[in-house]
């Protein structure tokens, strides 16, 4: 009985045949979906289906914003607009700095090369304060 | 637990398929556990050093930057222990750099192709030669992340760009009939203008979804019955579980870059006709004499072979190849098979260009 119900060594299953039936029912489905998906009229109802709900949502998104941001005011409290304006001039600080942390950069490898006797590697100036940051407790401690 | 007795049990063997499922479902894997350390930061953009296991003396000379898409988190790369591209990279000795894009918010809906390429890469990259001492590096960039790094080759080439890597790299965007999105995003159908007045960027569920309904059945319903067939085999539902928390961990697109994206290359092919213009720069692909290697996933449905395949007869490389790998466009650097093949095929070529 047992060698009857093994097949390549594995045990039967009577799932086995209704899972391949499946299968084949599921390719079949997926390239008639593929097809579906790449044809024009799928992508002319999709931009269709698109443009109706941007269409449709616009006002209310108008309401929506236009009424917290009268909110907003009346409660001396900062609008989307103002924190996108902060964060692009927060974005600019930052490559400001980071042209000077460049330019250090440079003047680092431009001193290692002159004083070639402390045979420094050259290495970035974010590196470099990072580690003088960690090894000044460590000087204090053995104080 | 080897004496605990084996449950046969119908019910409850059920139930138990029934808690994995409820699991992987709900939870995030864990992921992207390479030890790593941020080196440089710019707005929501982070570029990692991952922490070499290879000793210095026997390391490649020349460092590896790998750029990933937009849309996309990039730990795909270093999806999982025993299975991530980077660990495998580190193993074999190479000082490797991550650039991270970051989540942008409404604050960055202007920002484009021009800002990644000509302001966030070559300060990363100033930043990479600096941290690894070397003026030369090589450049891997994946999706959109190889549209950045081309036009990035071809407008800063003598920036000691040594090594070009590019892995379905969308790039020829000629042959409207065979792409999807192309069709999807005409122009007669699609207002991009519309579209970003109301989001500012691109929602990353907007892009999701029509990654995933490029083949519908596979990516909602086959995904799930897979994962359902084999629930008891945990090497399986590990791997399944790490790719959903992947998959389902998306990130919206700069409206900047995404109005570039369709107008200027996929409904007008701008990059390949030599017309696309980033800061006042004509990008010419025939400038790039990096060595280059391009990747291509043979049943790619996002994007096509015949994308990537263009760029081979333009570049003014001297040293380029081809390399086709059986497989779809994430299947080859995530899926099984790809520390079988793409990932030593890789390494073999860059090794052989890192001296």
Sequence with gaps: MGDELVRDGKPFDP???????????????AKGMVEAVNSEAYAQASGAMLDSYLTASAPFREAVEKTMLKVLEQMSMPSRADFVSLAERMTNVEMRLDDMDAKLDHILLLVSKAAPSERM????????RTRTAKAAPKKKGSK | MAGAPAVTDPFTLTVNKLKTLSKVMTTRAAIAQTPKEIVWTLNKARLYRYIPVV????????????????????????????HSFVEYMVNNGYDLYLLDWGVPGPEDKNLKLDDYTLEYMPRAIRKLQAVSGSAEFSLLGWCIGAILSTVYAALRGDDHLRNLILLTAPLDFSNKESLT???????RYFDVEKLLAAFGNMPGEMIDYAAKALKPVENYI????????????????DAWHA?????????????????????????KDRLMRGELVVRGERVDVSRIRANLLTVIAEADHITPPRQSEPIMSKVGSADKELFRVRGGHIGIMAGSGACKHTWPHINAWLAARSK
């Design chain 2, 243 to 267: 790719m959903n928390t992947w998959v389902t961990d998306n990130i919206p697109m700069t409206g900047g870059f995404f109005r570039q994206l369709i107008v200027d290359l996929y409904q």
């Design chain 2, 222 to 237: 086959g995904s799930y019955v897979k994962l359902w067939d084999n629930i008891d085999d945990p090497l399986m539902v």
């Design chain 1, 15 to 29: 799932m086995d045949p209704w899972r391949g039936m499946r299968d084949a029912y599921m390719d079949a489905w």
């Design chain 2, 55 to 82: 000793p210095q003396e026997k390391r490649h000379r020349i460092p590896l930057l790998l750029v990933f898409a937009l849309m996309n988190r990039p730990y795909i790369l270093d999806l999982r222990p025993g």
């Design chain 2, 181 to 187: 999105f192309a069709r999807w995003t005409d122009d």
């Design chain 1, 121 to 128: 590697k050259p290495q970035s100036s974010t590196q470099q």
